[in-house]
């Protein structure tokens, strides 16, 4: 099962549209938060997405990667700092590059049968971009619900 859904708000200057994801996997919490933190499955598991990953920095559980993605035909990078918060949370931000200012959190609850994900991702659109607000969110969401239906679908080929 998953869901979307969307909400708005304006931040400094820029619009905040709000996309959130949900996806149940059949696995356990700990297994699913370490494989959706670690860095060296996605140019593999989401090969037409991720093109690298270039850890920068690792200490404790917060790292700073730079990420090579497609997006839309044309490849971006994008740098990131991602805090794990274990057993049930993480969060993503884009520091630099390519959608600088987008924030990802990931809240991962037990469930009768597995994990439910649930991913709330701000994405920010200068007040300016207005009209590419919607297309972006769409795409956005998009892009999240394909990756973690990738992981759901690794996951439960070993867990499920």
Same mark, same amino acid.
């Given at each position: 099962?998953?869901?979307?859904?969307?909400?708005?708000?304006?931040?400094?200057?820029?619009?905040?549209?709000?996309?959130?994801?949900?996806v149940d996997i059949k696995a356990p919490r700990d297994v699913v938060l370490r494989e959706i933190s670690?860095?060296?499955?996605?140019?593999i598991l989401h090969k037409s997405v991720i093109k690298s990953v270039q850890v920068l920095e690792d *200490?404790?559980?917060?790292?700073?990667?730079? $990420?090579?993605? =497609?997006? &839309?035909?044309?490849?971006?990078?994008?740098?990131? @700092?991602?805090?794990?918060?274990?057993?049930?949370?993480?969060?993503?931000?884009?520091?630099?590059?390519?959608?600088?200012?987008?924030?990802?959190?990931?809240?991962?609850?037990?469930?009768?049968?597995?994990?439910?994900?649930?991913?709330?991702?701000?994405?920010?659109?200068?007040?300016?971009? *207005?009209?590419?607000?919607?297309?972006?969110? $769409?795409?956005? =969401?998009? &892009?999240?619900?394909?990756?973690?239906?990738?992981? @759901?679908?690794?996951?439960?080929?070993?867990?499920?």
């Amino acid at each position: 099962m998953h869901t979307l859904g969307k909400l708005v708000s304006i931040v400094e200057g820029f619009s905040v549209r709000s996309v959130e994801v949900t996806v149940d996997i059949k696995a356990p919490r700990d297994v699913v938060l370490r494989e959706i933190s670690e860095y060296t499955h996605p140019p593999i598991l989401h090969k037409s997405v991720i093109k690298s990953v270039q850890v920068l920095e690792d *200490k404790d559980n917060v790292s700073i990667a730079l $990420w090579r993605l =497609k997006v &839309l035909g044309f490849t971006r990078t994008a740098k990131q @700092k991602q805090t794990v918060m274990p057993p049930d949370r993480m969060t993503n931000e884009t520091v630099g590059g390519f959608a600088r200012g987008t924030l990802e959190s990931t809240l991962l609850y037990e469930t009768g049968t597995g994990t439910k994900i649930v991913d709330r991702i701000d994405v920010r659109v200068p007040k300016w971009g *207005k009209l590419l607000e919607i297309p972006v969110a $769409w795409y956005t =969401k998009r &892009l999240t619900l394909g990756i973690l239906m990738d992981h @759901k679908r690794d996951l439960e080929s070993r867990y499920g």
